[in-house]
Structure formats: structure tokens, C-alpha cells
């Protein structure tokens, strides 16, 4: 093992670390991980379908981007797309192309993932390799940018994600993006009956990380609540439209991680902020 690879996990649960540290973790982690996920996931996520969570919400069905035939004239822009489903399905209800969607990650191993995917389904979808946080793109030049449990979960300052988006949508552009619902961090990640127990304060900002046996930050994942989002996309310069909460489905018996029927019976485990662009970004 060299100074730069990562050693093998020998801590887990909730505790601060560097910024810098917990930031940079997530695009080694999804690129050594991409493929056990997609293996994992791929045929509840489909390679060509939009999927906003593990409650299974669709997009043909939801609509929060839109009318479907008026988002896919429009330029769209996912964030923290992994391999691509959300946006080559976009691609596929127009033909012909007539809008734009572009696809971006931080993860070169979610975005071999794409292009797996793309030769597998005969697609073309455009992907760009880029941090949520510094989008290669110039100002007001989409209409509509979205991600699904993409980016902001995996970085401590959401706030610069909300900030890239507001700057690279046109005024009155829709920005949604679906997270683990903020009541979830006060309960275990149990998907049975051992889950229904708040065993730690929803006021606990602390990520979940995981360290090497060097004490080198591996993974990590942010929890925020519904103020701090409320807050962080208000001095973005959005309004909210909607926060869509989804029960879990009559029928739904599939477990992914935490979620699962037991505790989707009872507990919300999605929330997606459905919002617009109503002015500059406040400082």
C-alpha cells in the first residue's frame, strides 16, 4: 500500500472531521465502489429510467421537473448522476433531441458506469466530470438542473452546490433534488423493527464517517435538517414550490440500505425540495 491508497475501515459512526477530508472522500469511495452499486442497484434504478428514491417516486409519474414533453425542449443539467439513468431517460422521451441534458459527476467510476450503460442501451448521453461545488458551465445557461440523492449528502458545505446551481440557471429555473429525509439521522440505519427507535438527537450535525486504519477519512455523508435546507436554499436565491415527503408503496418489498417496508411504514425516509429561481444569489 502506498502513502496515497486507503487502508482498510477500522472506525464507523458519527463524529466531525476536516472539512477538506470529509469533501474529498466521496470521489475515491464511489470510484472504488461504482460497480458493487451498480451491481447492487442497477435493476431497481433501470438504464434507462428516472428513479428520485428507494420509495421507487418516478419521474413519468411525478413530474417535478415538469411536463415531460416542456423539460426535454429545455436545457437540463443533473448533478452527482452516477451512471446516467435520470438523464438518458430525459434523453429518450425527445428523439430528436430538441432540449439539452447534460450529466455530470465527481466519480470517473460512476461515469465508466454511464458509458457502460449507454453502450448496453444504444444511448448517447453527454457526461462531464466535474465537483457540484465548481460547475464547468457559464451563467444562466440551463433551465432546469436536478439530482437525485447526488452530490449534496457526500460534501460539508451544501451551501456552494445551491450556489453553483442558482448561477448556472436562468431566472425563474427549477432546481430540485431529492436527500434522506432529515428525521432519518435520529434513528439507527435499521431497516427492521430495530430502526423504529430514535436512538441519537436530530440536532446531531456530526457526519457519519468511516476511517481507515491510518485515521484517513474513507467515506462520509452529511446530515442536515429541514431548516438547514430551508436556509441554504433561501440565501441561494430559490423559492420552494413543494417538499414531496413519499410514503412507502403498498407492495414495495424491496430493501435498500436503511429503507425497507418496515420503517417506511412509519418513518418518511425521502424528501425532495422541488424549488425555483427567483432573483441573484443573496449574500
Known sequence: MTDDEPGRLAHAGYRDVP?????????????????????????????????????????????????????????????????????RWLRHQSPDHAGEIVATDVSAGMLAGAVELDRRTGSTTPLVQADARSLPFV???????????GALPFIPDADRVHREVARVLRPGGRWVFSVTHPIRWAFPDDPGRGGLTADRSYFDRRPYVELDDSGRVLYAEYHRTIGDHVGEIATAGFMIDRIVEPPWPRGHDEVWGGWGPVRGELVPGTAIFVTHLVGAPTT
Open 19 to 87: 472539512a477538506a477530508a470529509g469533501g474529498r472522500a466521496g470521489r475515491s469511495w464511489w470510484d472504488a465502489n461504482a460497480s458493487d452499486y451498480l451491481a447492487e442497484h442497477g435493476e431497481f434504478l433501470g438504464d434507462v429510467d428516472f428513479c428520485w428514491c428507494p420509495e421507487g417516486v418516478r419521474e413519468s409519474d411525478a413530474k417535478l421537473l415538469g411536463a415531460t414533453a416542456h423539460v426535454a425542449t429545455h436545457r437540463v443539467l443533473e448533478i452527482g448522476a452516477g451512471a446516467a439513468q435520470c438523464s
Open 139 to 149: 451563467d444562466a445557461c440551463f433551465d432546469v438542473v436536478f439530482t437525485a440523492f
